[in-house]
């Protein structure tokens, strides 16, 4: 089920509305010009399998998202267990161009700087979210990550992430406390 909590960002501990009907959760972040839509792809594939066999078992179906979103590259978020390099996706950061999450299994938080607000919201299999160009933004995965999803950008220039040197996004709360 997916979630997403706004937040005032005066106020990182306490989100002043929580939505979990996906049609309530995809009008309000479309109201900031991000998309959040669900599609179920047939894919039974664990975070933590090795990559050459991810792309094996999702080639199609990556193929696809690139078409579709004309996205060209990816970048893989393969996590099962804890992480050292994990905390990097929690800084918070932007790219010049398109960003589509894709949970293929498992689930993950991406917090979203809208119209002076933090959005929260969590996605599990199936999600795509469609996030614009130049929106402030961070990847929680929690103590234990466990996620699997594709970040398709239309350039390699698009995919390098732009650090804001704001570590704000550390006070709100995370996928373990929501």
Request: proline share 4%.
């Amino acid at each position: 089920m997916s979630i997403l909590c706004v937040f005032d960002p005066s106020s990182p501990a306490l989100p002043n509305k929580v939505l979990t009907h996906r049609e309530d959760i995809e009008a309000a972040l479309a109201e900031h010009g991000v998309s959040l839509i669900h599609a179920e792809h047939g894919l039974w594939i664990r975070p933590g399998t090795a990559e050459a066999d991810v792309l094996v078992a999702c080639g199609d179906h990556l193929d696809r998202l690139m078409t579709t979103h004309a996205s060209p590259v990816y970048r893989l978020v393969n996590r099962d267990g804890e992480q050292v390099d994990a905390l990097a996706l929690r800084e918070e950061h932007t790219h010049d161009g398109q960003e589509v999450f894709a949970v293929i299994s498992g689930r993950a938080q991406l917090g979203l700087r809208l119209g002076g607000w933090v959005y929260s919201v969590v996605c599990e299999k199936g999600d795509q979210l469609t996030i614009p160009a130049n929106t402030r933004r961070w990847v929680e995965l929690g103590e234990t990550p466990f996620c699997l999803a594709f970040r398709l950008y239309a350039s390699e220039q698009s995919a390098n992430p732009l650090y804001t040197g704001d570590d704000a996004a550390r006070a709100f709360l995370g996928i373990d406390e929501l």
